[in-house]
């Protein structure tokens, strides 16, 4: 059964901080993994990996895969209140376009 | 990226009425569409996989009778609690998929409170 973890699950961190938000997977057939944001709605795409050691970045946001270790980071540099929110990691596994989630990273950033 | 749109953003109705929920693709087509299901503090359960012009593949657990899914055109489907219950209550998530990577896409979500 494909199988995404994230960790921490919160985290509470100040203004300015660096976070580094963890997802390891365990899926068969892996195609891409995918990084959003859920605030009060629903979520909102961040970033699509699929290739081993190529940085995604957006902003003060950078995420990584790496497919021999079966994970990915997500940094956000400098937070923000606004980056307040929950983080949620998913993978393309066996069943062709069916995202399987991880239970999600809560993060508050502290003003 | 894509925007998708649901409708309506929240809904209160009484139980054993049917609710119906709109997901549509704004800018592009979707031949598949996705319906989820998300409880507080908890992340998003995939209930059903909607087919363009077939009917929908759900997932284990997910009563077919109990959600009615329409995928009735490309950048159209809908997703009816029928006869609702109190335990029905819930957030609503809908998604496609956009562009030749995959990349899904979620609209805004409908929240359902069934009294």
């Known amino acids: 059964e494909d199988k995404v973890v994230q960790s921490p699950l919160s985290l509470v961190v100040h203004e300015g901080d660096t976070v580094t938000l963890n997802c390891s997977y365990e899926v068969t057939n892996f195609r891409s993994l995918l990084w959003y944001k859920q605030e009060k709605k629903a979520p909102t795409f961040l970033f699509m990996l699929?290739?081993?050691?190529i940085e995604k970045k957006s902003g003060r946001l950078s995420s990584i895969l790496d497919k021999k270790e079966l994970f990915s980071i997500l940094n956000i540099t400098a937070t923000q209140t606004g980056d307040s929110a929950i983080y949620l990691c998913?993978?393309?596994?066996?069943?062709?376009?069916?995202?399987?989630f991880g239970a999600g990273t809560i993060l508050r950033v502290k003003s | 990226g894509a925007v998708v749109s649901q409708h309506p953003s929240w809904v209160i109705c009484k139980s054993g009425t049917s609710v119906k929920i709109e997901c549509r693709s704004l800018?592009?087509?979707?031949?598949?569409m996705f319906w989820y299901r998300q409880f507080p503090k908890q992340s998003l359960m995939l209930m059903a996989t909607s087919n363009e012009g077939s009917k929908a593949t759900y997932e284990q657990g997910v009563e077919k009778d109990k959600f009615l899914i329409n995928h009735a055109s490309l950048t159209l489907s809908t997703l009816t609690v029928t006869s609702a219950h109190p335990e029905d209550s819930s957030f609503y998530i809908c998604s496609a998929i956009a562009g030749g990577e995959g990349t899904q896409y979620f609209g805004p979500g409908t929240r359902l409170l069934v009294l």
């Open positions: 998913a993978v393309y596994g066996e069943y062709g376009n069916k995202l399987v």
């Open positions: 699929t290739s081993s050691g």
């Open positions: 800018d592009f087509q979707a031949t598949t």
